[in-house]
T-cell receptor, first 117, second 115 residues
Framework: AQKVTQAQTEISVVEKEDVTLDCVYETRDTTYYLFWYKQPPSGELVFLIRRNSFDEQNEISGRYSWNFQKSTSSFNFTITASQVVDSAVYFC??????????????FGGGTRLMVKP | EPEVTQTPSHQVTQMGQEVILRCVPI?????FYWYRQILGQKVEFLVSFYNNEISEKSEIFDDQFSVERPDGSNFTLKIRSTKLEDSAMYFC?????????????FGPGTRLTVL
């Protein structure tokens, strides 16, 4: 069965600091997708990135970067030069090819990031 | 850009009442999902729906819950005899196909409060 663990329940940083959010996953499938979503105080889920299990290249998008390492089953998310607007709950999620529910997502418990001015 | 919509944004109901949460998936999508997020907790899968029938459901999705696609556009979640612990944010999602490489699009959620 699939599982996603976000060990950091809450992180507090000061604006302009870099911060890394950890995500560790478990799956028996060799084909899967990993996701990060942002949930601001307004409650909606904002899609940030999707990564497939065959592509371990790190990705950078502006101040965001992702480090995918299959050897440690981790998909960590780094925000560089954090801003107050980055304050939100961030969820890591996994979708397996082998489940019967199409691409049902399994979410981690989330990390609440607070960026103070 | 096409998007998933959900109504209402906030629903308040009395314990024991029935509620229907509505979703309009993206028009050409074929797979539909409901997820639940109890306040302060993680997002949990409830059910997936394809070709007018449930394709998978979690242990949370018991006889109290039902889903329906009553017409070509709406996808509904019905909760019978609501309980206090049903208070949560309910997210609808849709995707074009079932392949794992297809992105799932989420609606903005309906916050259900059971008093």
């Amino acid at each position: 069965a699939q599982k996603v663990t976000q060990a950091q329940t809450e992180i507090s940083v000061v604006e302009k600091e870099d911060v890394t959010l950890d995500c560790v996953y478990e799956t028996r499938d060799t084909t899967y997708y990993l996701f990060w979503y942002k949930q601001p105080p307004s409650g909606e889920l904002v899609f940030l990135i999707r990564r497939n299990s065959f592509d371990e290249q790190n990705e950078i998008s502006g101040r965001y970067s992702w480090n995918f390492q299959k050897s440690t089953s981790s998909f960590n998310f780094t925000i560089t030069a954090s801003q107050v607007v980055d304050s939100a709950v961030y969820f890591c999620a996994l979708s397996e090819a082998g489940n019967n529910a199409g691409n049902m997502l399994t979410f981690g418990g989330g990390t609440r990031l607070m960026v103070k001015p | 850009e096409p998007e998933v919509t959900q109504t209402p944004s906030h629903q308040v109901t009395q314990m024991g009442q029935e509620v229907i949460l509505r979703c309009v998936p993206i028009s050409n999508h074929l797979y539909f999902y409901w997820y639940r997020q109890i306040l302060g907790q993680k997002v949990e899968f409830l059910v997936s729906f394809y070709n007018n029938e449930i394709s998978e459901k979690s242990e949370i999705f018991d006889d109290q819950f039902s889903v329906e696609r009553p017409d070509g556009s709406n996808f509904t979640l019905k909760i019978r005899s609501t309980k206090l612990e049903d208070s949560a944010m309910y997210f609808c999602a849709s995707t074009l196909t079932s392949g794992v490489f297809n992105e799932q699009f989420f609606g903005p959620g309906t916050r259900l409060t059971v008093l």
